[in-house]
């Protein structure tokens, strides 16, 4: 039952604004630092690039889906209208405000400090005041989840609350509390800076404050399309999800050992001591089990789904899954970016091996294969799944979904893997320009004209995305029937009240931040004289 | 069930969680601080506690001798990005009486017919900074230095700001139709030479770089020069020398020949 559609429209179309104007800055960041153009244009024009780019993919894009998809999931699974409707109208007026604040004087130049702020580089005020902005309309959002949460559970005491809302309420509250790292950053040591207030910066205390962040908010862009994996992939194949509780499980975990973990982002960084990075590496290892948690229970689901459709034989049941279902399509290709991206992930995990690939375009592969394919595909998946409820128009383009979200894999994979290569071989990340006449570096040339030519596709493939939704916008009108999610082989009548409610996990998920962040942070505030002067950038020139 | 009941360790889900996430802890402390930490030698650790202040980062005091003082002189001044950005009237004014002494060679309008270098427009920070490295002795030049020696760092801070004010003037060899060499449009990253207007303006402009345009040809070369052989070395962490140790004399050509036909 969606009620509030327009409200959810609203985040989803802004959502897929902002990231088809980012696809296009991608894919020119990519043609223009390879070999297939010769240079002409002011280095600075591709860091002002990056920073859009960075932060529209990184901020605005991954949160609009997550709030739009959180009101539908309220809605749908709660089966009532949203508690504080106003509110997360107010919300989403914030984070569009904040996106346009933030990016205003990135077009201007006058921030071109990249996603992560590079502190001490100092950019323009107003765009760390635009990012605080979208994240405090996302907390309107978190608030309101836990509210449309604990509505529920008062009004049907005892009951399990289902599964998708629960799993969209582990979300929000790891977002809730994984961005207090950057807000802390940028609140009080950026802006004051960037204000004019204070001409000196820790740099490493705000690495440490970012880092903070940086972990557990790749976990909060993967939540949605772990949502649509456990709870809208076996429905719409026809099948059931295999087990409910080990997906609580799975984000109960995530919303445990996402957070006390940022600090294998600052390996190579010297304020944090070595024995807080082993502990740190320690919970990294551990977060690997609900993804291959999830893993097997997906693939248990889609067998279920087979065998329910007439399936045998070890292997021979992967033929009978409805593979023109665009739903089917994505999520067997996501899997498989993810299972690439997650092998690369082991690497950047081990603090040995992680030294060979620190700061390549290794790392620029490896997240664009997880977090642009893997993930966003399935934002994809659930924008096809969700449009006919959502307009009261069906979607009738099979043909073309299948075709975009084909030419989305492909052009994935042909841009991550010479990604990745070029990396190995050394290449820097985050520069404008590279001299492919130099014989040190030209054995690159290819892979990256390669990868220029894999970003054409995912253009191509963006273009396809927009086309359907506006085809769907369009279509004819039909009487969609009740947005339902997929049910579990066996329905949970009672559950342990420990898979049904967060405060032993939010307990944990603090306790383990206070264990692993609490030292770094003390000392670095305590420590003398580890401030730098500020850089500005974008002035005097 | 109540959450009640839920913090409390009768129940299996409470004392499993807490257990195992304490248990993985502790674990990981006792490897990470003590056991890990002692198991190298190059640390030369002393006993438990000083392992765990070595693998949690307290940092140490370095011991005598760990750092080599050069030996020349370098650079006193600590540069900020605000230093000296706001100028005062009397500062100024105060500035222009001192500067006539300077005029013989740097120009009547802070701009000099004879290659030395022009002042007029360039950030007060750095001629400050210049006047004080020449005064200390960290940059030697005989024509100047003298004239720097005698003079009080308010002097210098009121002659910065006078050159500051006063406007730049296109230099005869203006010419901006001069494509930028690539050495100044993108650098040469395998040499590490970043793009000169990241540091000298165009791009961006750091703290402490001076504005190069319009400034003599034959300045630049020699000043490149300088640097490339260690002539002149009072830039603060061989910011410059790092750069013009791995140009190319052809390349340091082009440099003087194009900043010399900007603005
Ligand atoms: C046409 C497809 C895309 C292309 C060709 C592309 C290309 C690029 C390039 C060239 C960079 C700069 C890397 C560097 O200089 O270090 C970049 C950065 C980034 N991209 Fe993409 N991108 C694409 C799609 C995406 C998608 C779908 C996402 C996520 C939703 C994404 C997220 C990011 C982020 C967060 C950064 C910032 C990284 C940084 O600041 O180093 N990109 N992208
Ligand atoms: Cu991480």
């Known amino acids: 039952m969606l009620t509030n559609k327009r409200l959810i429209l609203a985040h989803f179309w802004l959502a897929f604004i902002v990231f088809a104007v980012a696809l296009v800055l991608g894919a020119w960041q990519m043609f223009v630092r390879s070999p297939l153009n010769a240079w002409h244009i002011n280095p600075e024009l591709y860091y002002r690039s990056v920073t859009a780019h960075g932060s529209a993919m990184g901020y605005v894009f991954p949160t609009l889906i997550a709030m739009g998809f959180g009101y539908a999931i309220t809605e749908a699974s709660l089966e009532k209208p949203l508690v504080g409707r106003s509110w997360a109208w107010a919300g989403f007026l914030l984070v569009a405000a904040g996106a346009v604040v933030a990016m205003v004087p990135v077009s201007l130049g006058l921030a071109s400090v990249l996603y992560t702020f590079y502190p001490p580089m100092i950019g323009n005020p107003f765009y760390y005041i635009g990012v605080v902005m979208v994240v405090v309309g996302s907390w309107i959002w978190v608030a309101l989840m836990s509210i449309n949460f604990v509505a529920w559970k008062r009004e049907n005491p005892g009951k399990p609350v289902p599964l998708a809302m629960f799993a969209n309420v582990a979300g929000s509250l790891l977002w809730g509390w994984t961005a207090v790292g950057a807000a802390l950053e940028i609140l009080f040591q950026i802006l004051p800076v960037a204000l004019g207030l204070r001409s000196s910066i820790d740099a490493g205390l705000a690495r440490v404050f970012f880092s903070w962040t940086l972990h557990a908010i790749v976990y909060f862009w993967l939540m949605p399309t772990y949502i649509a994996y456990y709870t809208i992939f076996p429905r719409a194949i026809g099948g059931r999800l295999y087990s409910d509780a080990m997906a609580r499980i799975s984000f109960i975990l995530f919303v445990v050992v996402a957070m006390p973990i940022g600090v294998h982002h600052l390996f190579a960084d010297p304020q944090v001591g070595a024995g807080f990075k082993f502990m740190h590496s320690v919970f990294t290892g551990l977060v690997a089990l609900p993804t291959l948690l999830t893993v097997f229970t997906i693939c248990a689901s889609a067998e279920i789904a087979s065998r329910l459709r007439g399936g045998r034989g070890a292997f021979g049941w992967i033929k009978a899954l409805p593979w023109s279902n665009p739903i089917m399509l994505a999520t067997a290709l996501s899997l498989v970016m993810l299972g690439f991206g997650g092998a690369g992930g082991l690497i950047n995990m081990s603090y040995q091996l992680d030294t060979t690939v620190h700061n390549t375009q290794w790392i620029t592969g490896h997240f664009h294969l997880i977090f642009g394919g893997a993930i966003v595909i399935m934002y994809f998946a659930i924008a096809y799944d969700l449009w006919p409820h959502l307009t009261g128009r069906a979607l009738e383009s099979f043909g073309l979904m299948r075709t975009q979200l084909w030419l989305w894999f492909i052009g994935m994979i042909v841009t991550t893997f010479p990604w990745h290569y070029v990396g190995v071989l050394g290449m820097p990340r985050r520069m404008a320009f590279y001299d492919y006449a130099n014989p040190a570096i030209s054995p690159e040339a290819f892979s990256v004209a390669m990868s220029a030519v894999g970003g054409l596709i995912l253009l191509i493939s963006g273009a396809l995305f927009l086309l359907v939704l506006v085809r769907g916008q369009l279509g004819a009108r039909g009487e969609a029937d009740a947005y339902r999610f997929a049910v579990p082989l066996h329905m949970p009548v009672r559950i342990p009240a420990a898979l049904n409610s967060f405060g032993l996990w939010l307990a944990l998920m603090v306790g383990l931040t206070v264990v692993n962040y609490g030292f770094p942070i003390a000392q670095l505030i305590a420590l003398n004289e580890t401030s730098v002067p500020a850089v500005y950038v974008g002035v005097g020139r | ?263």
């Open chain 2, 1 to 263: 069930m109540t959450d009640q009941s839920l913090f409390s360790l009768r129940n299996p889900w409470f004392s499993a969680g807490v257990g195992i996430t304490g248990a993985i802890v502790v674990l990981s402390a006792v490897a990470g601080l003590i056991w890990l930490p002692l198991m190298q030698p190059d640390l030369k650790l002393v006993g438990i506690w000083d392992a765990i202040c070595s693998a949690a980062g307290v940092p140490r005091a370095a011991g005598p001798g760990a750092s080599i003082k050069p030996d020349f002189k370098t650079s006193n001044v600590e540069m900020t990005s605000e230093m000296l950005t706001q100028a005062d009237q009397v500062s100024i004014g105060r500035g222009a009486t001192l500067a006539q002494r300077c005029a013989i060679c740097h120009g009547p309008q802070g701009v000099s017919d004879a290659n030395s270098p022009n002042l007029a427009g360039q950030f007060a920070a750095v001629t400050y900074k210049e006047l004080n490295d020449f005064k200390a002795g960290a940059r030697v030049n005989v024509v100047m230095s003298p004239f720097a020696a005698a003079m009080t760092d308010q002097d210098m801070k009121d002659v910065a700001a006078y050159y500051a004010y006063l406007p730049r003037v296109p230099s005869k060899s203006l010419d901006t139709a001069l494509p930028a060499p690539a050495i100044v449009a993108t650098g040469a990253p395998m040499r590490n030479i970043p793009p000169c207007g990241s540091c000298h303006g165009d791009i961006d402009n750091k703290a402490g770089s001076p504005w190069l345009g319009g400034q003599s040809e034959v300045y630049i070369k020699a000043q490149l020069q300088a640097f490339a052989s260690g002539g002149r070395r009072n830039d603060i962490s061989q910011q410059m020398r790092n750069i013009a140790r791995q140009m190319t004399s052809d390349e340091i050509d082009q440099a003087a020949r194009y900043y010399a036909a900007q603005p």
